[in-house]
T-cell receptor, first 109, second 115 residues
Framework: GQSLEQPSEVTAVEGAIVQINCTYQTSGFYGLSWYQQHDGGAPTFLSYNALDGLEETGRFSSFLSRSDSYGYLLLQELQMKDSASYFCAVRGGYQKVTFGTGTKLQVIP | DARVTQTPRHKVTEMGQEVTMRCQPILGHNTVFWYRQTMMQGLELLAYFRNRAPLDDSGMPKDRFSAEMPDATLATLKIQPSEPRDSAVYFC?????????????FGQGTRLTVV
């Protein structure tokens, strides 16, 4: 089976940097993805890591360590609009995508 | 503007009634997922298809739920009979299903309320 763990809530100040961690257990592993979901909206794709290391996309970066079954999402220069829930998701055997329980990020002035 | 289309957006039904939710995946995508989202359980994978064939529906209560892809442009999720605990937002997502392209595009969801 597949299971993922991430913190339920994080609060950070506008303009700061925040890191959201994700640990996973899976049978078969193709990659770790991150999604953003605003209240009432649909999840939208942010990033994907198939190999160890850091992937940078604008203000967002994502890191993966396959040996540690661990990854994180780094958000820099936080803006109020970044307040949302962030989900890590594992693509495992048979391309099955399983989501974590989500981290609710609140950005405060 | 390619997008996943789900209908209906909202559905209120009485316990015991049949509910059918529809999804039009993005043209060319060969993988379709059905997720259910609730406050308590988060995003749960119910079923997914690759090239219209069901790969895994272990997350779905088999006695009342069924998922099908009658053709490449339509995926359906049916609940019969519906129960109040089925109240949730049901998302459909589609993707290309390759190891190096994992982006799943989500529809806007169907908000189901069973009373």
């Amino acid at each position: 089976g597949q299971s993922l763990e991430q913190p339920s809530e994080v609060t950070a100040v506008e303009g700061a940097i925040v890191q959201i961690n994700c640990t996973y257990q899976t049978s078969g592993f193709y990659g770790l993805s991150w999604y953003q979901q605003h209240d009432g909206g649909a999840p939208t794709f942010l990033s994907y890591n198939a190999l160890d290391g850091l992937e940078e996309t604008g203000r967002f970066s994502s890191f993966l360590s396959r040996s540690d079954s661990y990854g994180y999402l780094l958000l820099q220069e936080l803006q109020m609009k970044d307040s949302a829930s962030y989900f890590c998701a594992v693509r495992g055997g048979y391309q099955k995508v399983t989501f974590g329980t989500g981290t609710k990020l609140q950005v405060i002035p | 503007d390619a997008r996943v289309t789900q209908t209906p957006r909202h559905k209120v039904t009485e316990m015991g009634q049949e509910v059918t939710m529809r999804c039009q995946p993005i043209l060319g995508h060969n993988t379709v997922f059905w997720y259910r989202q609730t406050m308590m359980q988060g995003l749960e994978l119910l079923a997914y298809f690759r090239n219209r064939a069901p790969l895994d529906d272990s997350g779905m209560p088999k006695d009342r739920f069924s998922a099908e892809m009658p053709d490449a442009t339509l995926a359906t999720l049916k609940i019969q009979p519906s129960e109040p605990r089925d109240s949730a937002v049901y998302f459909c997502a589609s993707g290309l299903g390759t190891s190096m392209n994992t982006e799943a595009f989500f529809g806007q969801g169907t908000r189901l309320t069973v009373v």
